[in-house]
């Protein structure tokens, strides 16, 4: 295949778009989960960070290859260039624009930053009362 073809430029399915996320948010969470586990079974707290670590591996080269391609996009079509100055777009530029704005309508990434917010802040509370717990037991 040509690699200026603009199936070049097709969004990732659903299925990996949203099992990205899901790898993103388990491997966040399992972070998060090391204090709370230390604190009951610390035995748990390796193979946990083991997957986090492998997990966000995996999930950050996925990030990485989809903002490699909309740059590279966004480069080979000089789009920055061609809107600042108000030039037509011809059909391949087009093409390559509604893809860049499709593929950041279609991310669950901002749904993903609120759900790792909230376990950081539940997990600061978690680590606090069980330190205290722990403690005065």
């Not at 097709?10 to 948010?25: C, F, N, P, Q, T």
């Not at 624009?97 to 749904?111: A, G, N, T």
Request: hydrophobic letters at 50%; glycine letters at 2%; aromatic letters at 14%.
């Amino acid at each position: 295949m040509n690699p200026t073809s603009s199936e070049q430029l097709d969004i990732a399915s659903r299925k990996v778009i949203y099992g990205a996320m899901l790898l993103g948010l388990a491997t966040s969470i399992a972070f998060r989960l090391l204090v709370i586990v230390n604190h009951v079974e610390p035995a748990w707290v390796r193979p946990i960070w083991y997957f986090a670590v492998l997990g966000n591996l995996v999930f950050f080269y996925y990030r990485f290859k989809v903002t490699k391609k909309r740059k590279r996009a966004i480069r080979k079509h000089h789009l920055i260039e061609k809107i600042q100055s108000g030039d037509v777009l011809n059909d391949k530029e087009r093409n390559a624009l509604v893809y860049l704005l499709r593929s950041i309508d279609k991310s669950p990434e901002s749904f993903n930053y609120l759900i790792i917010s909230v376990f950081s802040v539940v997990a600061i509370i978690l680590d606090i009362a069980m330190a205290y717990y722990f403690k005065s037991v």
